[in-house]
């Protein structure tokens, strides 16, 4: 399996969540989760996602950058559709995008000066994994504290799942 399909295949968990979502549980602070919300978790990922993409061209790639507060925060439907725009933005990155290409990623580590450090497209798109099953697995917190079932594989990665199967 290639890394934007596994982008891919948690974009539409992340979809398939939303859809199933009304606004009051897309957007009640949890108590348990540091007052974190479904949709503050889901705007975050796909800001990181755009980020990434957004970034390819110049080849730099400023996580930092990214917007807060957006529509897709409060509104599930509105989160649908973003997910689903960069679903198809990855799909047609499917063949000219070049897991080995180097980018540069921005770096503040919360002092004063800023770092570019060498990375390349495919370590950014399993980092961007990585970070989808993280936030995931706390917005499975959330959901299990308001009653709502979520499937057996939400939030878990692709070594705990491989693992599972092979149990």
């Known amino acids: 399996m290639t890394l934007l399909n596994s982008c891919r295949i948690y974009l539409q968990q992340g979809y398939d969540l939303v859809s199933g979502l009304d606004t009051v549980q897309y957007t009640s602070p949890h108590a348990t989760c540091f007052g974190g919300t479904v949709g503050g978790h889901i705007r975050h990922c796909l800001d990181h996602f755009e980020c990434l993409v ?3 061209p110049g080849g730099k790639v400023d996580y930092d950058a990214r ?3 957006v529509p897709s925060e409060l509104d599930p439907e ?3 559709l ?3 725009r960069m679903i198809n933005l990855l799909l ?3 063949g000219t995008i070049d897991e080995g290409q180097e980018i540069l990623v921005k770096s503040d580590c919360g002092g004063n000066e ?3 450090k060498k990375s390349t497209v ?3 798109l399993q980092f961007l994994v990585s970070h989808m099953v993280h936030h995931f697995a706390i917005i499975g917190i959330m959901c299990q504290s308001m009653g709502t079932e979520l499937p057996a594989d939400f939030g878990l990665a692709p070594s705990t799942i491989r693992h599972q199967l092979a149990s």
Do not use: K, S
């Open 54 to 56: 957004e970034g390819l």
């Open 67 to 69: 917007e807060r507060g």
């Open 78 to 80: 509105t989160a649908g």
């Open 82 to 84: 973003r997910i689903q």
């Open 92 to 94: 047609l990155g499917e």
């Open 114 to 116: 800023t770092h570019w």
């Open 122 to 124: 495919g370590r950014e």
